[in-house]
């Protein structure tokens, strides 16, 4: 017998992938455009700094992350955010920040929310694991459409009362995948008055901050901090995947106020694995390393001009403020993916498949994304060939 509770859970995003094009034949070179995976190099010594600690794989590691790194991490959120966070209390090491955004669900959900069922908050489209980990605490997760009426990001300041009455989390991404768009401060301080005013937390999956085309993102730990609000309102959610080139690495961070992290911290104590000690001492040492971020930023800024020159003339074209994807407006992702397979070869992601549907539609239906990892010149030959394909 098995449980009933993940029974409808939709196909996740690559399986309907290949579902949709793979018993088509592809229509020129294959380009993969659809997985957010990283391809610039990462720092040249990263290798070294896991052979110097490599004794470390015969050692069981902290659980929380060591205090090297911890500390690290503490630098890095006071230099990049001006955010002031105690490494011992306030901060633990994950791996990869899918783990962290799911069980800090686990850890900090209550089972009900002024006498009901909790609702979670989602931007839609949204991160896969964010429905997953509403739906395993037991509470309902709740859509909030991001569509360009809205400046790509969800207006949860227009929630009916009934609605915020019931959240007890709110996850938002910024920069938001898919779209590239940013939460400014006064989107942060919006969000954070509101889980003040009906008690919610914010999780914030800030994973993409370091990539941007102009203006660096702020933290909304920054930002609650600056507004002096409860130092449990914002967890926030950071990762080395993008930032540095290693989604291999699977080193990433939560920090927040000190008693969702201890509630955290205990749960992991039972159900975590901790990222072995070499790899940590690879962590510390990128998270308190500026060089190697700048130089992959202006990589992917160099990618944005490419971009806004191959789409300048498209209707309805809206660059990324920041993150490696285009959101571009189609009739119908679906449809315009498997065209642009069976002419081209190039292989993207309908935004429906990131998206759930509402009363109010699909927001992803219209679009498709497309990851601008890989390298330039190839980046730029699939660019050119959707362009070509789907808006001659």
């Known amino acids: 017998m098995f449980p009933e509770r993940f029974s409808n859970l939709p196909a996740y995003a690559f399986p309907r992938l290949r579902t949709l094009l793979d018993h088509h034949t592809p229509g020129g070179d294959v380009v993969h455009m659809t997985i957010g995976e990283p391809k610039h190099a990462f720092p040249d010594w990263v290798s070294g700094v896991i052979a110097e600690n490599a004794a470390g794989f015969n050692k069981y590691p902290p659980n929380d992350g060591s205090p090297e790194l911890l500390a690290s991490i503490a630098g890095w959120m006071q230099r990049r955010f001006g955010a002031e966070v105690d490494p011992d209390t306030q901060i633990m090491a994950l791996n990869g920040t899918r783990e962290g955004l799911y069980n800090a669900a686990m850890a900090l959900c209550p089972e009900t929310k002024n006498g009901a ?24 997760p709740h859509f909030v459409n991001a569509t360009s009426a809205s400046n790509h990001l969800p207006d949860f300041k227009a929630l009916p009362e009934d609605v915020l009455k019931r959240t007890a989390i709110a996850y938002m991404c910024s920069p938001a995948n898919p779209q590239g768009a940013v939460a400014d401060e006064q989107f942060w301080r919006d969000l954070i008055t509101l889980a003040e005013q009906y008690d919610f937390q914010v999780f914030a999956d800030e994973c993409y901050s370091e990539i941007y085309r102009d203006t660096a993102p702020t933290s909304a730990m920054k930002v609650a901090q600056d507004m002096g609000a409860d130092p449990e309102r914002v967890v926030v959610f950071h990762s080395l995947s993008k930032r540095s080139n290693m989604p291999g690495l699977r080193s990433g961070f939560v920090a927040g106020g000190s008693e969702s992290i201890a509630r955290i911290k205990q749960l992991r104590t039972y159900s975590g694995a901790p990222l072995p000690l070499p790899l940590q001492k690879v962590a510390e040492k990128a998270w308190a390393d500026d060089t190697h971020v700048d130089e992959n930023r202006a990589l992917y800024q160099e990618k944005y001009r490419i971009a806004d020159e191959i789409f300048g003339t498209v209707q309805g074209y809206q660059g990324p403020e920041a993150g490696f994807f285009l959101w571009l407006p189609v009739e119908d992702g679906e449809e315009a993916a498997l065209k642009l397979w069976k002419e081209t070869g190039v292989r993207v992601l309908p935004g429906e498949y990131l998206s759930k549907d509402t009363d109010q539609g699909n927001p992803g239906k219209e679009y498709i994304r497309v990851a601008m990892v890989a390298p330039k010149d190839e980046m730029q030959r699939g660019l050119i060939q959707i362009r070509d394909c789907l808006f001659a």
């Open 117 to 140: 069922q909790p609702l979670v908050l989602t931007p839609n489209p949204f991160y896969q694991v964010y429905m997953v980990a509403a739906i395993s605490v037991g509470a309902e």
